[in-house]
């Protein structure tokens, strides 16, 4: 076992938090919050430098990207948009002296009121927006420029936002290729591109759409597709291109990069949920925590809580419950709040909106709760550099 340790990075209405833990991923302890209290939507971290990237933002802030270069000790942020706490400074001398504000110019103006997600691969770190954009950055976040290609595919005025909004939560690199990336848009589906954002394909074509039966959920699947609300998506070890999706309405597998999807729904109890995670060597085995419904209080069925894993690519799912609250457990899990670390066995981690951080360090057979009374957790990362 290395030496180096697991840091759980949490994303909260109310700031950034860490929960870092000894080398054997023991005697968790809490830090935080950071990021002057701005709500972050999503953290990553980078497991060769330590660098931590913390995305978020909202109307009162504007949007903008959090850094620290010395894990999570000390941060600074490039603000890309302008909040209401800028209208306020202009016209209040004595309010801009306390925030230390000042009228420079920002990069987008207000093009956009958040940053929702945020991913890091071949050098490029890039950041998804609400509404939906794809920025990139080549200098870690000092400068950032829209990726053109997808704000201007061919479909960009239809897409229709999702409850929270036409938001852009979810960013997928191919660790072999520096062209390829997916992405997952709330509700306009899964975009892909194999020429490093020049151009992108939509892709969320049903595998059998000659056999769908029709549903009356306007977020099913209809007309050949699985429907457009995509909740988050991830990409399996390996040379293929394997990737899972929990959608709004199932649990979807796609063995061609999304060009085709298969629903792998059956033995789950809901067709709802937020968060899906991949096994980091292991293709077939996938975690997912299903959530009652939409419109049915987006909790635990029977408010039990339960995390449900395939070990077989979805062919079956076994129903994970040590450790977790049986009784009066009315929590949501929220879509980019379930991560992962590398170890041997996996170490899988979730956050819910009622702040508690539940962890299994043997991949989902036991859970113990490592961090209670946080804010409502909107993202959980892992920073691994073992």
């Known amino acids: 076992m290395s030496s180096k340790s697991v840091t759980v990075l949490i994303g909260t209405t109310k700031g950034a938090f860490r929960i870092n833990a000894g080398k054997d991923r023991d005697g968790w302890s809490v830090t935080g919050p950071f990021c002057d209290g701005w709500p972050i939507n999503h953290m990553i971290g980078d497991p060769v430098t330590g660098t931590i990237w913390a995305a978020g933002g909202g109307d009162w802030h504007g949007a903008g990207v959090w850094r620290s270069g010395d894990g999570g000790e000390n941060w600074t942020v490039t603000r890309l948009t302008r909040g ?11 309010f801009a002296a306390m925030i230390n ?7 987008f103006a207000d093009g956009f009121s958040q940053i929702w997600s945020v991913g890091y691969a071949h050098g490029t770190l890039y950041a998804g927006t609400k509404p939906a954009s794809l920025l990139a950055s080549d200098d870690g976040g000092e400068t950032w420029e829209r990726v053109q ?5 061919p479909s960009s005025d239809s897409w229709n936002p999702g409850a929270a909004g036409l938001v852009l939560h979810t960013i997928v690199s191919d660790p072999s ?8 848009i709330s509700a306009a589906g899964v975009f892909a591109t194999e020429d490093g954002g020049a151009t992108w394909e939509r892709r969320n074509r049903l595998s059998n759409a000659d056999s769908c039966a029709h549903h009356d959920h306007p977020a099913a699947p209809r007309d050949g597709e699985i429907g457009h609300c995509v909740h988050n998506m991830m990409r399996a070890p390996g040379t293929a291109d394997l990737l899972y999706q929990q959608n709004h309405h199932g649990v979807w597998r796609s063995v061609d990069g999304g060009r085709n999807w298969d629903d792998i729904t059956a033995g789950l109890p809901s067709t709802f949920g937020f968060p899906i995670r991949v096994h980091p060597r292991d293709p077939d085995t996938i975690w997912t925590l299903p959530l009652n419904g939409d419109s049915a209080g987006r ?4 408010a039990a809580a339960a995390v449900r894993r395939t070990q077989d690519g979805g062919e079956s799912w076994q129903d994970l419950r040590q450790g977790l609250p ?3 457990c009315y929590f949501t899990v929220l879509r980019q709040a379930m991560a992962g670390d590398a170890r041997d066995p996996a170490g899988i981690y979730f956050g819910t909106n009622s702040g508690s951080v539940f962890a299994s360090l043997d991949e989902g057979d036991s859970w113990e709760e490592i961090a209670r009374h946080l804010p409502t957790i909107l993202a959980v990362e892992v920073l691994d550099r073992a």
């Not at 504000?101 to 990069?107: Q, R, V």
């Not at 290609?149 to 595919?153: N, S």
């Open 84 to 94: 209401r706490m800028d209208d306020w400074a202009a016209n209040d001398p004595d």
């Open 101 to 107: 504000w000042t009228d420079e110019p920002l990069p």
């Open 149 to 153: 290609g997808l704000t201007d595919h």
């Open 177 to 184: 290729d520096p062209k390829k990336l997916w992405v997952g």
């Open 299 to 302: 909790f635990p069925p029977d």
């Open 326 to 328: 049986q009784k009066s």
